[in-house]
């Protein structure tokens, strides 16, 4: 007997197949918006690396940074002990606020001495500027007496000269009457009182030549003392010089005696310390009773008004990077706190060119480096009334270069 196979019909398969299927407007919604969402979701990631990629294109940062400032160290310009100290540690003074006293004592002996060696100096300096005029005029006058002197002894020569010719003459002619008269004597052709009278005529006459010889002698040697006078006051020109000369060694010396007295009212002065600038006092290493001596350290003051961003960037990243440039420092030490500012300047150099031993690429063990450069970052004024930034805190600035 034949078996029946059954047959089914097309339409039931049809109900089977749509059976396996999701029914409803929620299934066809999800089959719809399933590519509808990974499109979406793959334009959200385009966006945003588009906008990273952008952003962070144009800024430049670095967490190889600092806050820098002065530091202004106050040392002594005087040696002695300390008598007093009037600040402390981490205290703000003003300018010109007195720090330290040092024991002056010393100082205003010095100061005393050096008034007194002036006032002296100032003496001698106005005697000898008085002396010029003297001098001019006394030279003068001698220069005229001498002559004088000249010409009255030339005289006397004269008469001394006249006188001994005269005496050689009358002793010439009591010569020759005694040589007549003589051999009259002996024939007694005359008494011997005429010839007693000739004899001592004679003698007469030769001393008279004698003294008058003397005299023109004493008047040579007068003519001669007389001329080395002259002589003498004719150097008044040279004596004027002379007194000229003592009298500017005597203002130099006044000169000297004041710089002195000014050199030492200065170390009076330098006894009182005073602050240059106005900051905080830091590293106090001073004491009462310390003994200190010209150029020792004492303490130093920072002054928080004038502070700066040294940022040492790598030199990759100064492709971009101009003086002027915005920047925003981020300060570790205050949660992150972001101040604004701009690039000031770039290093001349390296940091390694400044290091005490800079590296020697030239030795064959070459090995590249990338380099860091200092870029001194200005904060906009205003922005840190407080003073809580202090050098050497840690930053992160980021440099805008577009």
């Known amino acids: 007997m034949a078996q029946s196979v059954p047959v089914r019909d097309e339409s039931d398969q049809g109900a089977q197949v749509d059976?396996?299927?999701?029914?409803?407007?929620?299934?066809?919604?999800?089959?719809?918006?399933?590519?509808?969402?990974?499109?979406?979701?793959?334009?959200?990631?385009?966006?945003?690396?588009?906008?990273?990629?952008?952003?962070?294109?144009v800024r430049e940062s670095t967490d190889d940074a600092q806050i820098d400032g002065h530091v202004n160290p106050i040392a002594a310009r005087v040696g002695g002990t300390v008598l007093a100290v009037l600040v402390k540690d981490n205290e703000v003074v003003e300018k010109g606020?007195?720090?330290?006293?040092?024991?002056?004592?010393?100082?205003?002996?010095?100061?005393?001495?050096?008034?007194?060696?002036?006032?002296?100096?100032?003496?001698?300096?106005?005697?000898?500027?008085?002396?010029?005029?003297?001098?001019?005029?006394?030279?003068?006058?001698?220069?005229t007496a001498a002559e004088s002197d000249l010409e009255a002894a030339g005289a006397r020569l004269a008469s001394a000269r006249a006188q001994l010719r005269e005496a050689e003459a009358r002793d010439?002619?009591?010569?020759?009457?005694?040589?007549?008269?003589?051999?009259?004597?002996?024939?007694?052709?005359?008494?011997?009182?005429?010839?007693?009278?000739?004899?001592?005529?004679?003698?007469?006459?030769?001393?008279?030549?004698?003294?008058?010889?003397?005299?023109?002698?004493?008047?040579e040697k007068g003519v001669e003392t007389a001329r080395a006078r002259l002589a003498q006051a004719s150097t008044g020109s040279e004596q004027v010089q002379i007194a000229s000369a003592r009298a500017a060694s005597a203002a130099a010396k006044v000169d000297q005696s004041r710089a002195t007295l000014e050199q030492a009212r200065l170390n009076l002065a330098y006894t009182?310390?005073?602050?240059?600038?106005?900051?905080?006092?830091?590293?106090?290493?001073?004491?009462?009773?310390?003994?200190?001596?010209?150029?020792?350290?004492?303490?130093?003051?920072?002054?928080?008004d004038d502070i700066w961003v040294t940022a040492n960037f790598k030199e990759n990243q100064l492709r971009a990077m101009r003086p002027g440039q915005s920047a925003l420092i981020s300060v570790d030490a205050y949660a992150g706190r972001e101040y604004r500012g701009h690039v000031d300047s770039i290093a001349a150099a390296t940091g390694s060119r400044f290091s005490l031993l800079p590296p020697e690429n030239a030795t064959g063990n070459y090995v590249k480096v990338v380099q860091r450069l200092p870029v001194k970052i200005v904060l906009e004024p205003g922005q840190d009334q407080e003073h809580r930034l202090r050098p050497g805190m840690s930053v992160v600035p980021t440099v805008l270069t577009k």
Request: hydrophobic share 45%; aromatic share 6%.
């Open 19 to 57: 059976a396996s299927r999701p029914r409803g407007p929620l299934a066809r919604w999800w089959r719809g918006g399933q590519r509808g969402w990974l499109l979406v979701a793959v334009a959200v990631v385009v966006a945003v690396l588009t906008f990273a990629g952008r952003y962070f294109a």
């Open 97 to 143: 606020t007195l720090l330290l006293r040092i024991d002056p004592r010393d100082y205003e002996v010095a100061a005393a001495r050096a008034q007194a060696d002036l006032g002296e100096n100032e003496a001698s300096a106005r005697a000898a500027h008085l002396s010029v005029p003297l001098t001019t005029t006394t030279t003068g006058t001698q220069v």
């Open 172 to 219: 010439r002619k009591a010569s020759q009457d005694l040589s007549r008269l003589r051999p009259l004597l002996a024939k007694d052709e005359v008494s011997q009182q005429e010839y007693d009278s000739a004899v001592w005529a004679a003698d007469s006459a030769r001393a008279a030549r004698e003294a008058a010889e003397a005299s023109v002698r004493e008047a």
């Open 272 to 304: 009182e310390v005073t602050a240059p600038v106005r900051g905080v006092v830091s590293r106090k290493t001073v004491e009462v009773g310390q003994v200190v001596q010209p150029g020792q350290p004492m303490l130093a003051i920072v002054p928080l």
